[in-house]
């Protein structure tokens, strides 16, 4: 099995920083894409930023210039730094990762449980 775990989320003022992780654990072969969504009460989830197992990101316009997406594929993390938060950033944040699982060999979509992020004024 494989388990994607979130921490890094809380409460911050607007203005501030938070920086959010994401680790996967288990029978894992290697990771492709990981990205981070998230989804905000009465709203739909949405993404924020995804990066390749290559480095290559994508960011939700909103977020460009204020988050920055890493990874350490040593690790099997992958990072969310956010400044300049703003209070319509608040939200649970999600990770995702697709993952080719060692026994058998497949391409499988995981996503973690979400980490809160709440972000005052």
């Known amino acids: 099995q494989v388990q994607l775990v979130e921490s890094g989320g809380g409460l911050v003022q607007a203005g501030g920083s938070l920086r959010l992780s994401c680790t996967a654990s288990?029978?894992?072969?290697?990771?492709?894409?990981m990205g981070w969504y998230r989804q905000a009460p009465g709203k739909e989830r949405e993404l924020v930023a995804t990066?390749?197992?290559?480095?290559?990101?994508n960011y939700l316009d909103s977020v460009k210039g204020r988050f920055a997406i890493s990874r350490d594929n040593a690790k099997n993390t992958v990072y969310l730094q956010m400044n300049s938060l703003k209070p319509e950033d608040t939200a649970v944040y999600y990770c995702?990762?697709?993952?080719?699982?060692?026994?058998?060999?497949?391409?499988?979509?995981?996503w973690g449980k979400g980490t809160l992020v709440t972000v005052s004024s």
């Open positions: 288990g029978s894992i072969f290697s990771i492709n894409d």
């Open positions: 990066i390749s197992s290559g480095g290559t990101t």
């Open positions: 995702k990762a697709k993952i080719i699982i060692a026994i058998p060999a497949k391409l499988m979509e995981y």
